[in-house]
């Protein structure tokens, strides 16, 4: 069955510093992979997705994930944290069947420290 | 104008009683879901209708009924609600089921059952 897993439930960083949200997923081909962001009381926003092609994605308030196979991972990077990037970051994977199905994980909630 | 619009956006009712929400996009999607965050901040899938027809039903009680007057609109309503109801209920809307994982979210709206 497909899951995803995001293993750091809760992270904090220094406004400036290199941020990194990983995700693992688990399905059987070649995955659809998401990333959303939820700001408090919103709902969710797609900030980068990956079908195909470059395993490198760049997405939207310069966050960028890498689809590495090998590993069933698809962590999600930002070199410079900005205070408007707390949130809680989901990442997700597209069930096959033509049903527009996602599967979301657990969610990781970003603290930034001034 | 909002493109995924829900209300109420709190409801806060006693066990037992019948609640409906209400959902609207304006995005011209042929595709529209509802899902459900728990406490824990757990995303699962509910429901979706593709053009008014349903095409995903994830095991939900069938105290929950969903309905599509046509494929702008995707209402909710709960019968008997129960304690384990309380929730964050999320409408969705995307271009199709082809797996383009592009959802775009309402702002959601808050169930409290007491």
Redesign the interface.
Known sequence: AQSVTQPDIHITVSEGASLELRCNYSYGATP?L?W?VQSP??????LL?Y?SGDTLVQGIKGFEAEFKRSQSSFNLRKPSVHWSDAA?Y?C?V???G?????I?G??TTLQVKP | DTAVSQTPKYLVTQMGNDKSIKCEQNLGHDTMYWYKQDSKKFLKIMFSYNNKELIINETVPNRFSPKSPDKAHLNLHINSLELGDSAVYFCASSSGLLNTGELFFGEGSRLTVL
């Open positions: 659809y998401f959303y009381g919103q709902g969710l926003q797609l997705k079908f809680e989901f997700a597209g069930v096959s033509n049903t527009g199905k996602l979301f657990q969610g």
